[in-house]
Nanobody, 124 residues
């Protein structure tokens, strides 16, 4: 049974930082591309960042480029999202995703597995 479990969310002031973690189990983590998406009530799910199975290539949404960093530790079966210079508009539930077909995609439909999400709230 595949599980992706996010942690690290919380309440932070604008300009602050948070690091999200995504622990994976039940899959060969090093064979999967990983992604982060976010969603707020009433809005569509939004791509944030993705990283190749090897960790060698990353891609970011323009809205977070230069502020967020996606990374992974295949030895620990964990993906991370370091979020700096947070803005109120970054407030959302953040979801970790895994893609076994390695499509390196910004589309949510390309991902096989999803975590339950972790809430990030940025106050102004």
């Amino acid at each position: 049974q595949v599980q992706l479990v996010e942690s690290g969310g919380g309440l932070v002031q604008a300009g602050g930082s948070l690091r999200l973690s995504c622990g994976a189990s039940g899959l060969t983590f090093s064979s999967y591309d990983m992604g982060w998406f976010r969603q707020t009530p009433g809005k569509e799910r939004e791509f944030v960042a993705c990283i190749r199975w090897s960790g060698g290539t990353t891609y970011y949404a323009d809205s977070v480029k230069g502020r967020f960093t996606i990374s992974r530790d295949n030895a620990k079966n964990t993906a991370y999202l370091q979020m700096n210079s947070l803005k109120p508009e970054d407030t959302a539930t953040y979801y970790c995703t895994a893609d076994g077909s390695r499509r390196f995609s910004i589309r949510g439909s390309s991902y096989d597995y999803w975590g339950q999400g972790t809430q990030v709230t940025v106050s102004s």
